[in-house]
């Protein structure tokens, strides 16, 4: 017999999620349309992910704004990623129960501080000490960019990694402590190992989070518009391109630009994704 109010549900929930695969797709239609002149005439399209950018040659290419983004978001997801887990670790296993919930009641309240609050933060307490610690430029860098956006994904991981290593089954950190374990053989031979997909979401929405943020790397990051040689260098990202050059001629190939970054961006997204359930996949069938 057909439950009616449990199909009725189904329905309902259903909505929702084809809701917001049509607006992703949408979104990415619409810059794909706005761009398809880049893409038609001539490869342009492909011509802007190689090119460098220097408008009064002609070259309108985003190449150093795409090597800008992965520098920043990759070291700043090296930065994020032990200082994350270490305070997952003291909320969830090692630490106290009264101070886990005061910690994690400070992670929450840090969610909802606004970006531009971060960036003040760096461009006052963090960039002098960056310049006065390295003698080397404005301390406007990439090391001060990821520092600070590292602050900013820090709580994200730290939400997903807890709630992560709490729906592990007691029941399984019991049984090794019965065999003698220590709280750390505990948090690394069995929370870990079953808390590992909550561990690998939060890396990728941290991940996305750190590619599409703009206000940190547009205060932080110097928006030079070069290939970095080291952390200590200028750069540009997507993001912050898309911000600096709206305001271009609209036929020009300048503002189409900001669609090849946005369209680069979905793309760099996307592949972070599909690298991550590549891996779930292939440790699923691993077991």
């Known amino acids: 017999m057909i439950n009616i109010p449990e199909k009725a549900a189904e329905k309902l ?9 049509a607006i992703t797709i949408g979104i990415f239609g619409f810059m794909l349309l706005l761009g398809l002149p880049l893409i038609i005439r001539g490869g342009h399209f492909f011509n802007l992910l190689a090119q460098s950018w220097a408008p ?6 985003i190449y150093p704004m795409i090597v800008g983004s992965l520098s920043i978001a990759s070291l700043s997801l090296v930065f994020a990623f032990p200082l994350s887990l270490g305070c997952s670790v003291l909320i969830s296993v090692v630490g106290h129960e009264v101070f886990g919930r005061f910690l994690r009641g400070v992670v929450q309240l840090m969610t909802g501080i606004p970006t ?34 590292a602050v900013l ?8 990694f807890t709630d992560s290593f709490d729906h592990v089954p007691k029941s399984y950190g019991q049984a090794a402590e019965a065999l003698g374990a220590s709280k750390g053989q505990k948090f690394l031979y069995v929370t870990l ?17 750190a590619l599409g943020d703009t206000l940190i790397a547009l205060m932080l ?12 260098d200028s750069a540009r990202t997507l993001t912050s391109h898309i911000a600096l050059v709206f305001a271009a001629d609209y036929e020009s190939l300048e ?6 970054c946005g369209m680069s961006l979905y793309l760099l997204a996307t592949l972070l994704v599909l690298g991550a359930r590549g891996l779930w996949h292939r440790n699923e069938g691993e077991k």
């Open 13 to 21: 929930f259903l909505l929702p999620t084809v809701i917001s695969i």
């Open 56 to 61: 009064g040659s002609g070259l309108y290419g």
């Open 116 to 149: 531009v609050i971060y960036g003040f933060v760096g461009v006052f307490l963090l960039v002098p000490r960056i310049r006065e610690i390295f003698q080397r430029g404005s301390g406007m860098c990439i090391l001060s960019a990821s520092l600070m956006l």
């Open 153 to 160: 994904i820090s709580p994200t991981m730290i939400l997903f």
């Open 193 to 209: 190992p079953c808390a590992w997909r909550g561990v690998l979401t939060g890396l990728i929405l941290a991940g996305g989070r």
């Open 221 to 232: 990051a110097g928006n030079a518009i070069q290939i970095p040689g080291s952390v200590l």
């Open 255 to 260: 503002f189409k630009s900001i669609f090849a």
